[in-house]
Structures are given as structure tokens and as C-alpha cells.
């Protein structure tokens, strides 16, 4: 790694207001100083890189301008925000990111003052500012409120719905329009092809000058100067009829990445401003890094790297991702039936659509940041005799949730769900984990729904779903690598509802619903030593579950013990409503379930999460022991 960077005027900066004292001259150097540094810190944590890097000196230009954190500074999404922890006081802590205890990778309300608002998902910025400017207005907590939202963020209805409410409230708001022309993937849809059209029609270098002209025409009369700056830069954009139709005065577009425009534009706005603002900054994703501008995604996700040439360092792996094996077995079944598409909400990379796009562009729909319309769009081909596969995260499918429900489950249509991210994710934490999906398609009628226990069950869910014309039907696998089994030549359609033992036993029976599969193996092999034999099976399907199964290790064994993934309500809960219902608690069964705690965990390694969660092999088999009764004698932490 290269040694960190000199920083003379960022040495000076413990909060933002430290930069109310330096002339616009200082501020550039600042903010070159600010952008070496979020460079430094990454390549040793890894992390969202190109976004941060996008938006160096409007974080400059906000915190100069703006008096944070009585003014509401809110970042959608959060992953951009590095530039601006380094501002805030939390430059000591910046090479914890995304560690065990250290600092988050999106903004965090219980970490600073300076964060007022957690943003990991996207879209949510204006409504919350939103809120914030109302709550001011009746007696809150005083100050502006300024959202800095993506332009593939803006996409999201989300974000046209607070713009829409926050017109017809006219309160003052500012909304910073940060266009870098990507979200994760290259945007699409027609917002993105309007905002072109902007900024094709404002030539940067004459709205530098203009820009640069606000300043002198402030004076002298501070008001007609103010309003002659803003109708010029109007005038130039020509495009801004849409977000003044939602009742916003729209400037712009300007160059995010120069101060010279940046600061007296800002100025402008804060002093004159008095009912809501939408300021078009144009930056680019990866800014002054080489390696970040050079990469398809403008480093928007890396592991740790080397500075001077940008090369990450990658831990080898035998084994394939679990979303490469996805994409790969969707490939396969999509080249025997040209009815199967693929549908991803601006996620391509991510859920490894980009790998099916290039096979079958024809076939394979980005909607963007959509979740809901990608749920019920997948529906509509559904309907119209298509077999769509639908790639969401389960945290992203949260948010069709409704969509979920009303379009494709009471209509019954047979939309196939893969839910990428299952389980903790790591680095990213609680709101990119996938806990929630299990408790809340298995409580809907007429689902399926399965966990690939390993990459080589990943494949014959692939072709399960594809196969499968009865219904909605979802199937989730977790984020990285596989275990390392040997891979089928090709998918075959499983028995839906029928699970699998995979090792014989006669006192215990663990029954594990997806990657913990392998935990639960290791634990059966403690036990084993132990003189505890264990049952090893895979449940494969939450619903519906494999009764015959299910009652069979109940009846055989001393305890029967779930194992998942998931939060309550889930996998562990539908089976203790089967034994209830068959009374095996009332001949002597002993029942434990394993899920994740009630309790949101925070960023770490998977291994670390799991620890924390109580799901891996060493709580496993403590679970065993105490369901028995036997006392552990130095109990695994």
C-alpha cells in the first residue's frame, strides 16, 4: 500500500465549520486533499470508492456553505458519504470502514450528529428532507434540509412522490440533483435520456462563466443580481420544465467538481431560496482516481487495492460466486426455452444479469431503481406467457413487498424470484442483510420458497423454478463463494416440497434450511465425538415443507433441532406449527430453533456475524447439548 497521503489543510479540519475560515483558494486545496485521502482509506478497507470520489467538492461546497448539522445534510444513498465522515470528525476512524466496530459504509444516525439521516437503500432522501423542513416549520429541530440524490436514485418513484408532496408544500428545501449519469449500472429509462438532454444543451464552459458571474452580480441590487444568475442558468438548461411542473426551482446544470461554480451558486440559493430548489450538479463517478474512472461500474464497489496502480487484493477461491452460478444455470435453462427473461432493478453486475444481457440482450430488462415496478412488471410477462426471472436482494425485495402480494400472488401468476444477498452480508451490515424474506413470502398462499444449501443446489433450483408454471416460486442463495462441491453437468427439476438427508444418525436430528448446511455438518461431527449421533438433513424448501420428512425425524429422534437463516416467523416457525398441530411436543420432542436474533447486527465479517447470531457450528452444537440436557463444559463462543 502507498504511504497516506500529505494533507496540511485537512490536518486543520476537525469539524466542518473549520472550513468557514478558509478562502474559496483553500477550498480547492481541500478538497484535492479530501479526495487523496478517501483514495488512501479505501484501498486499505475496501468499499464504495467512485461515488464518494464524485462528489469530493460538492462536499466541500455543502459544508462550506451550509451549517451542518443544524442544516439537515442527507446523502442518497449513503454509500457516497466517505468524503463527508472525513469531515465530520470522523477522519480518525476512517480506515475502520466497513469493520467489525468501526465506521459504517452509508450514514448512521447513532454514529454522528452529522448523519441525521440513515440512507442505505435509495430514493428516500427528499422524503426525509422533506420532513425534516415540515418538522422545522412546526416547532422541530431548526435548520435546512438539503437531499444530494443520484440520478439513477431519482429514478425510483419514491423520490417523484416527495417531489410531487414537496411542491405543493412549497417550503423551502434544497434538493441536490447529483448527476453522474450511474447509479451502479449505467442508468436507463427516459428520465435518464431527459437528463441528457439537459445538460446537451448547456455547454459547460459557458455556464462556468456564468457561474462565475453570480458572485459580482450579487451587490448591486443583491436581488434583481440573484434573480438574473438563476434565469441564465435556467435559460442555458431549457430542460428544467419537469421538475418546475412538480413546483421546484430548478438551476442548473452546473459542473459538480468545480468550486468556482459550485460556491456562489450555493450561496446564491441559501441566501434567496424560499420554497423548494433543485440544483442539477453534474459530476463523474470515480473522479481524479485513474483506475476508478477507467473501470466499467467507476470503481463503485472494491476490496482493498494498491494506490498506485489501482489492482485489488483478492483472497483466491476455488470455488464460484454463488451469483456467477446463478447467472451461469439461468444461461443454460434460457438457451432451452426462449420464454425465459430476466428482470433486475439496476442491478445487473450485482445479481449477475449483465452475464445473461450478454447472451440474451433481447431478454434481459434493467427497469433501474424500481423495485416495485420490476415486481410487477415480472408479472405482466408472467401474464403474458413469458417465464420471467425476477433478481432482486432480499433487502431491495423488501420494497415490492405490496407488489409481491397483490400482483403476482393473488393472481397466481408464476413469477420466479431469485433472491440474491440472502443472510448477513458482511461488510455492508444490517440494511443490506437478508433476513426477512423467508417469514414473508412463506406466509403467502400458493409460494414456493427455497434455500440452496450449496452451489451445486443453486443449479437444480435454477432449473426447479424454471420448470415450474404452478404459481409464484422464489429461491434465495447468500452473497460470495461457494463451498467448493462438485457441480452438476446441468439443473434437474426438484420434487417440489421434498428435502434430503444427507447424513444418518439416532439420537439428534438437525434440519437446516439453506447455507448453514455445512455449520450443521461440522456440528454433527463435534457431537459425533461427543458420543451424540446426528441427523443431517436439508430442508431445501420452506414451503411447502416436507411433512413426511419433517414428522419422520420427529418421531425418530430424541430432538429435532431448525437451523436457517432468516428471522423469526420463518423456516423454524412453519415447522413447529406442523409438530404442534401432529402433537409430537406432546410425546417428549425436543424442539429448538436456530434464526437470527432480534436484533439488527452491524457490519463484520460473515463468519464474525454469524458468531454473533449464534448460527455457527460451535453454537450449533451448544444448542444440541442443551436441548438434551447435557451440561457443556467450556462452551464454545
Not at 462563466?209 to 440573484?226: D, H, Y
Not at 459542473?255 to 463523474?284: C, F, I, S, Y
Amino acid at each position: 500500500m502507498a504511504d497516506r497521503p500529505k494533507t496540511p489543510l485537512l490536518d486543520r479540519v476537525t469539524l466542518p465549520s473549520d472550513l468557514k475560515a478558509m478562502s474559496d483558494r483553500e477550498l480547492h486545496q481541500l478538497a484535492a486533499e479530501l479526495r487523496a485521502e478517501t483514495i488512501s482509506a479505501v484501498s486499505q478497507t475496501g468499499g464504495h470508492l467512485g461515488a464518494g470520489l464524485g462528489v469530493v467538492e460538492l462536499t466541500v461546497a455543502l459544508h462550506a456553505v451550509f451549517d451542518t448539522p443544524r442544516d439537515k445534510l442527507i446523502w442518497d444513498v449513503g454509500h457516497q458519504c466517505y468524503p463527508h465522515k472525513i469531515l465530520t470528525g470522523r477522519r480518525d476512524r476512517i480506515r475502520t470502514l466497513r469493520q467489525e466496530g468501526g465506521l459504517s459504509g452509508f450514514t448512521k444516525r447513532s454514529e454522528s450528529p452529522y448523519d441525521p439521516f440513515g440512507a442505505a437503500h435509495s430514493s428516500t432522501s427528499i422524503s426525509a428532507a422533506l420532513g425534516f423542513a415540515m418538522a422545522a416549520d412546526l416547532g422541530g429541530d431548526p435548520g435546512d434540509a438539503i437531499a444530494v440524490i443520484g440520478d439513477g436514485a431519482m429514478s425510483a418513484g419514491m423520490a417523484f412522490e416527495a417531489m410531487n408532496n414537496a411542491g405543493h408544500l412549497k417550503k423551502r428545501l434544497f434538493v441536490i440533483l447529483n448527476d453522474n449519469e450511474m447509479s451502479i449500472a449505467p442508468p436507463v429509462g427516459a428520465l435518464s435520456a431527459y437528463l441528457s438532454s439537459i445538460y446537451a444543451a448547456a455547454p459547460m464552459q459557458d455556464l462556468k462563466q456564468v457561474a462565475k458571474g453570480i458572485v459580482g452580480l450579487l451587490p448591486s441590487p443583491l436581488q434583481e443580481g440573484a434573480k438574473r444568475a438563476k434565469e441564465m442558468l435556467k435559460g442555458m438548461a431549457v430542460g428544467g420544465t419537469l421538475f418546475e411542473s412538480l413546483g421546484f426551482e430548478y438551476v442548473g446544470p452546473i459542473d459538480g467538481h468545480d468550486l468556482d461554480q459550485l460556491l456562489p451558486v450555493l450561496r446564491t440559493l441559501k441566501a434567496r431560496a424560499t420554497g423548494p430548489v433543485l440544483l442539477h450538479v453534474l459530476t463523474k463517478k470515480g473522479k481524479g482516481y485513474a483506475p476508478a474512472e477507467a473501470a466499467r461500474d467507476r470503481g463503485h464497489a472494491t476490496g482493498k487495492f494498491d494506490v498506485l496502480t489501482g489492482v485489488q487484493v483478492k483472497a483466491a477461491s476455488n470455488a464460484p460466486s454463488y451469483t456467477k452460478v446463478f447467472a451461469q444455470s439461468l444461461i443454460a435453462e434460457a438457451e432451452r426455452d426462449e420464454k425465459i427473461v430476466a428482470v433486475t432493478a439496476a442491478m445487473p453486475d450485482g445479481t449477475g444479469l449483465d452475464l445473461f444481457a450478454g447472451r440474451f440482450p433481447r431478454r434481459c430488462f434493467d427497469v433501474g431503481i424500481a423495485e416495485q415496478h420490476a415486481v410487477t412488471f415480472s408479472a405482466g410477462l408472467a401474464a403474458g406467457g413469458m417465464k420471467p426471472f425476477c433478481a432482486i436482494y432480499s433487502t431491495f425485495l423488501q420494497r415490492g413487498y405490496d407488489q409481491v402480494v397483490h400482483d403476482v400472488a393473488i393472481q397466481r401468476l408464476p413469477v420466479r424470484f431469485a433472491i440474491d444477498r440472502a443472510g448477513l452480508v458482511g461488510a455492508d451490515g444490517a440494511t443490506h442483510a437478508g433476513a426477512f424474506d423467508v417469514a414473508f413470502l412463506a406466509n403467502l398462499p400458493g409460494f414456493v420458497v427455497m434455500a440452496a444449501a450449496d452451489e451445486a443446489e443453486l443449479v437444480h433450483m435454477v432449473a426447479t423454478a424454471a420448470a415450474h408454471d404452478d404459481g409464484p416460486i422464489a429461491f434465495r442463495y447468500p452473497r460470495g463463494e461457494g463451498v467448493g462441491v462438485e457441480m452438476p453437468a446441468r439443473g434437474v427439476p426438484l420434487e417440489i416440497g421434498k428435502g434430503r438427508v444427507v447424513r444418518e444418525g439416532s439420537r439428534v436430528a438437525l434440519l437446516s434450511f439453506g447455507t448453514r448446511l455445512a455449520e450443521s455438518l461440522k456440528a454433527a461431527e463435534a457431537l459425533g465425538q461427543r458420543g451424540v449421533s446426528v441427523t443431517v438433513a436439508d430442508a431445501r424448501f420452506a414451503k411447502p415443507l416436507d411433512r413426511e420428512l419433517i414428522l419422520h425425524l420427529a418421531r425418530g429422534h430424541e430432538a429435532l433441532l431448525t437451523v436457517e437463516e432468516g428471522a423469526i416467523g420463518g423456516f423454524g416457525s412453519h415447522v413447529a406449527q406442523l409438530l404442534a398441530e401432529k402433537g409430537m411436543f406432546d410425546r417428549g420432542l425436543k424442539f429448538r430453533s436456530l434464526f437470527l436474533p432480534d436484533i439488527f447486527i452491524d457490519q463484520a465479517s460473515p463468519e464474525a456475524m454469524y458468531r454473533v447470531a449464534g448460527l455457527d457450528a460451535g453454537h450449533i452444537e451448544a444448542k444440541v447439548l442443551e436441548a438434551l440436557g447435557v451440561a457443556v463444559v467450556g462452551k464454545r463462543a
